[in-house]
């Protein structure tokens, strides 16, 4: 199922890189994290600045919403209600991979994290701790559904897709510095 609707862009400079941003009115598409400006060097001092790509639609309030909820969220404030995601652009086993997503944005909390087995089990499926990774790998809304969260079971980062392990590593320490 594919969204028709009108997709506006947005690019929200972070302390982690450059996120672009993609949204129709219904909700966040894609939220990805531009390769060129990953460095070593993240600083959570970084003030968070909004340029809009495309001037046609600045009034789209999930764009809004969603600078509002990184401004929380890189504040170390307690987030308000995350603004939608549209999900008509999801992939392959759709319904285990929302539930995967939902789970994880609803039971993982800022500061925790989870492995892909424990993960699997709310989940309804443990064993299908493989499944979850793929999951993972093909989120589409990193932060926000936040997969840098979840670990293997012996402790090890795993991979992150969302911008690699540096990236992953700085979100959890980030988010435990609390």
């Given amino acids: 199922m594919a969204c028709h609707r009108k997709i506006t862009c947005a690019v929200v400079h972070t302390p982690i890189g450059k ?21 070593d060097n993240f600083t959570s001092e970084e003030k968070l600045q909004l340029v809009v790509m495309e001037t046609k639609d600045v009034s789209n309030k999930v764009l809004q919403e969603s600078f509002i909820w990184l401004q929380m969220y890189f504040s170390r404030e307690k987030a308000r209600m995350m603004p939608p995601l549209c999900m008509s652009t999801a ?13 994880l944005e609803e039971q993982v909390p800022f500061g925790r994290t989870i492995t892909y087995g424990l993960l699997a089990g709310m989940t309804d499926r443990p064993k299908a701790a493989r499944a979850v990774g793929q999951a993972m790998r093909r989120n589409k809304w990193i ?21 690699g392990i540096t990236v992953k590593r700085w979100l ?7």
């Fill in 143 to 163: 932060l926000f559904v936040p997969c840098h969260r979840v670990m293997r079971s012996d402790g090890s980062l795993g991979q992150y897709s969302g911008g």
């Fill in 91 to 103: 992939s392959g086993d759709e319904s285990f991979m929302v539930k995967c997503w939902k789970t």
């Fill in 19 to 39: 996120l672009h941003l993609f949204a129709c009115t219904a909700g966040l598409h894609e939220v990805c994290l531009a390769q060129s400006t990953i460095t």
């Fill in 172 to 178: 959890i320490d980030f988010e435990k510095s609390r």
